[in-house]
Nanobody, 127 residues
Framework: QVQLVESGGGLVQAGDSLKLSCAAS????????MGWFRRAPGKEREFVTA????????YYADSVKGRFTISRDSAKNTVILQMNRLKPEDPAVYYC????????????????????WGQGTQVTVSS
């Protein structure tokens, strides 16, 4: 069992940066592939980015590619989502998720592939 807690959300202006953190506790964190998803008001939850257990592989939605960066610090049991050049379409509740991977290099973009979820952190962008 893994418990995930997101933090770092808040209100920023368009063009600003924000860093989200996902702290994991429970079973060995380094053994999980991780992902970030988001749900905007009135929309379905969507994939943002993912990182493999090994941290060698990452994958991004087209909408955030080049602006967002996912990383992990296994020593601190934390996954980071660095969001730069935030846009008015980025506001949402951001969720991190964990999955027991098939291999060290595996990453996942579908919600139903993930085993554990955090409660989410709100990101608001003013234009």
């Amino acid at each position: 069992q893994v418990q995930l807690v997101e933090s770092g959300g808040g209100l920023v202006q368009a063009g600003d940066s924000l860093k989200l953190s996902c702290a994991a506790s429970g079973r060995t964190f380094s053994g999980y592939a991780m992902g970030w998803f988001r749900r905007a008001p009135g929309k379905e939850r969507e994939f943002v980015t993912a990182i493999s257990w090994s941290a060698v592989n990452t994958y991004y939605a087209d909408s955030v590619k080049g602006r967002f960066t996912i990383s992990r610090d296994s020593a601190k049991n934390t996954v980071i989502l660095q969001m730069n050049r935030l846009k008015p379409e980025d506001p949402a509740v951001y969720y991190c998720a964990a999955k027991t991977p098939f291999s060290a290099g595996s990453y996942y973009s579908r919600q139903n592939e993930y085993d554990y979820w955090g409660q989410g952190t709100q990101v608001t962008v003013s234009s």
